[in-house]
């Protein structure tokens, strides 16, 4: 009888075997990563903001109680879990002033499939001189509009960059000024994520230097705003404004800041007190 019941316990545990080997695993659902840009100074707290929203419906979802994961250098630092609209916020302290790199990624544990995004963490020290550049400055073709999303879904627009903006925005970095690139949604013109994600590829692709992305609505008081913003949380060298649009240089001006526009605008666009550069080569001559 004890044969017959250990034969009949073998027999039992090779049917669960077999049946847990032919099961098919829980496929993961596709997702995609978006995180923003952040701004700290040495030793001090940032927070990073990411968004994981579901891919292939119509209308995009934000996946919420997902495990994210902040890599630096390739180790991980931070977790944290999306709330109902997807995003998730990490807190991470850097050591050293620079631009640093990093990964955010779905956790192993995620029911979402392993998806990452990347962006950089502007680690500056207050006292450094900053100047904060308008998207649409740097843009052949861009006319008065700030925004680099034109339509949702377009890959950075196609625009061609303005001759030496990048070799000119470089030689600025190389004179100790940290950069604040300011991107504008237009009307119709997509989401703060999809801004977001196409200014950093763009500003990729053409070659500009590292700086960090700034993404506000185009409501023409955002601008002025977010400088009031970053001036009483201690950035207060952020003194000077090179933008292509009249309402950019004017959100600088109303606050005794200097402003710069380039191209040349048409006669009569430019504020009493902004200077003008012709083309990108007189910024500097005019900082």
Do not use: C
Request: net charge positive; charged share 20%.
């Amino acid at each position: 009888m004890s044969i017959l019941l250990r034969r009949a316990g073998l027999f039992t545990i090779l049917l669960l075997w077999a049946a847990t080997t032919t099961l098919p695993a829980a496929e993961k659902i596709p997702g995609t990563l978006t995180v923003y840009d952040s701004l700290t100074a040495p030793n001090q707290a940032a927070t990073i903001e990411a968004t994981l929203i579901r891919t292939g419906l119509q209308t995009q979802a934000g996946l919420g109680g997902e495990p994210l994961e902040l890599l630096v250098a390739g180790h991980v630092v931070a977790t944290a879990m999306t709330g109902g609209d997807g995003r998730a916020f990490l807190s991470y302290t850097p050591k050293a002033k620079g631009a640093v790199p990093f990964t955010v990624r779905t956790g192993t544990t995620s029911g979402v499939a392993l998806t990452e995004a990347g962006g950089n963490l502007a680690v500056w020290e207050r006292r450094s001189p900053i100047v904060a550049v308008e998207m649409a400055a740097l843009m052949e073709g861009a006319g008065g509009e700030g925004a680099i999303v034109t339509k949702p879904g377009n890959e950075a627009d196609g625009r061609r960059p303005m001759p030496d903006a990048a070799e000119e925005l470089g030689k600025l970095t190389q004179f100790y000024y940290n950069l604040l690139y300011v991107v504008s949604i237009e009307r119709g013109g997509g989401n703060r994520d999809q801004a977001n994600a196409q200014a950093r590829q763009w500003l990729k692709d053409q070659k500009f230097p590292i700086g960090h992305i700034l993404v506000l609505p185009s409501d023409p008081e955002a601008l002025g705003v977010k400088l009031d913003e970053l001036h009483g949380a201690g950035w207060k060298q952020l003194k000077t404004g090179v933008g292509r649009t009249k309402a950019f240089a004017e959100a600088f001006l109303q606050r005794r800041l200097e402003a710069v526009m380039v191209p040349e605008p048409a006669k009569g666009e430019a504020p009493r007190k902004a200077k003008v550069a012709k083309e990108w080569k007189d910024v500097r001559k005019k900082m």
